[in-house]
């Protein structure tokens, strides 16, 4: 297993380039089930969970490529509609194959993700809302096995506006009889890509970024070409990473728009933001940061996959915050190794109290899953001394090549082999 480390107490300063989106990639990539040919997405980022959604795809007998930010998917000769444990257990995202398997195939045998790090996350929704559209489902030996000849439209509401839930509904509205409305939908960019590019395919989709989608079947789709948005969440991640670094980073290909919520908060706690630059967007610091209270909150509001990055922020700002998390059961994780690098957080249930400390140091820390991974890595950039992250699989997931765009803004970072 890889390590990386990191010696505390560089500014960032220059330009990254982010990469194209984790969680678009994911279900552009599943999406391509619904047509049969060769369908293509550029700007990919070159992560552990594209290699995964490629195997899973293979396993059904598509054929996939990947090479200099692209991936093209073939599913002319696709036989199979099974996703197997073994890949889905890596990989919680495989769920999005279940849409798009029973609007093509008519039959999916996917393999249930089991719980992860952050919680129990359940996929009731996403199969009682496929049962709507006449899916017969049951759970048996750890896989849910659902048929249907055919589905057909219905008029659904999310108790809870669940990502993946929207697009794999979404996907499997595209090919059913009839039409379709989904209430109380996700809202967030991945969402809107996902429906862009169904609509290239010849979907007919409304309302995808608002809460309530519609969708209309058609008999069939055509493959597609797809470029895949910058990912949010990386942009947010190095926004931190200049700013608690002290520094003044150019953020190249970043979305604003995207970003509200984060960039709000950043402001609040005295960091500098611009982003008028068709471009991207400029952030610094002086590095005097202040407490802020924050609760994530489905989009638009504050993004779950951000509170632990900021939360790294916080334990080195002025004054006490209180981060409440209000999507996941069990994502403080990154708590326990921030605060053996001196930080000073306490959580009680879903609220944690960050107390800001002068500084934090350097130690042997553990990754736990993806976006505490990150929590650490902003962690280390600050720390004084040396800070080991080990684990960094988890990170390898997420980030496309983290320690090389750092270390081409003046981190001193290097991977090691464990
Ligand atoms: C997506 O996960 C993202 N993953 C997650 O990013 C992100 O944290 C999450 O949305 C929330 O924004 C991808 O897009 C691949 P949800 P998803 O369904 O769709 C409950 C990262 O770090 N729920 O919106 O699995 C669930 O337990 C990852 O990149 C049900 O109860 O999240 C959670 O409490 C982590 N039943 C809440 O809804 C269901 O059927 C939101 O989950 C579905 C969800």
């Known amino acids: 297993m890889d390590k990386l480390i990191i010696k505390g107490g560089r500014r960032l300063h220059g330009e990254v380039k982010i990469s194209g ?4 990639v994911l279900p552009l990539m599943a999406s391509a089930i619904l047509a049969s040919g060769v369908s293509t997405m550029s700007n990919v980022p070159d992560l552990k969970d594209v290699e995964t959604m490629g195997h899973l795809l293979e396993n059904m007998g598509a054929e996939f490529s990947a090479s200099n930010s692209s991936v093209t998917v073939d599913t002319t000769a696709m036989n199979g509609m099974t996703a197997p444990y073994h890949l889905v257990r890596t990989m919680r995202a495989s769920v999005l194959v279940l849409g798009p398997l029973l609007a093509r195939m008519g039959k999916a045998i996917v393999s249930l993700p089991g719980g992860c790090a952050i919680g129990a996350r359940p996929i009731n929704i996403h199969l009682e809302s496929l049962q709507k559209m ?6 048996e030996d750890g896989y849910v096995k659902a048929y249907a000849s055919r589905l057909h439209g219905a008029h659904i509401s999310f108790d809870i506006p669940t990502v993946t839930g929207t697009e794999n509904l979404m996907m499997a509205a595209t090919l059913a009889d009839g039409e379709t409305v989904i209430e109380n939908a996700a809202c967030e960019p991945e969402v809107v890509d996902l429906a862009d590019s169904l609509q290239k395919m010849g979907a007919k989709i409304e309302g995808a970024g608002t809460s309530k989608i519609r969708i209309f079947g058609v008999d069939d789709l055509k493959p597609v070409s797809h470029s895949v948005i910058a990912d949010r969440i990386e942009t947010a991640t190095f926004m931190v990473a200049a700013a608690i670094t002290g520094g003044n980073l150019f953020i190249r290909g970043a979305r604003p728009d995207d970003l509200r919520s984060v ?5 609040e706690a005295g960091i500098s933001v611009s982003d008028d630059s068709p471009d991207g967007i400029r952030v610094w610091s002086d590095g005097k940061l202040q407490a802020v209270n924050f609760k994530t909150m489905p989009y638009p509001g504050f993004p779950t996959d951000m509170q632990a990055q900021l939360m790294t922020l916080l334990s080195v700002a002025e004054g ?6 209000s999507i996941f059961e069990n994502r403080y994780m990154h708590v326990a190794e921030l605060d053996r690098l001196g930080a000073e957080i306490r959580v009680d249930g879903a609220v944690a109290m960050v107390k ?6 350097g130690a042997q820390v553990m990754a736990t899953d993806l976006r505490a991974s990150a929590s650490l890595v902003l962690a280390g950039l600050v720390a004084e001394g040396k800070t080991t992250v080990c684990r960094i699989y988890h990170l390898d997931r997420g980030y496309e090549a983290i320690e090389k765009k750092l270390l081409a803004v003046g981190a001193d970072i290097v991977r090691e082999k464990d």
């Open 134 to 139: 006449g899916a017969d489902i049951v759970l």
């Open 320 to 325: 006490t915050s209180i981060i409440t998390e």
């Open 356 to 361: 800001g400390v002068s500084r934090l140091r």
């Open 21 to 24: 989106a984790k969680n678009s």
């Open 263 to 267: 960039i709000e908060k950043l402001c």
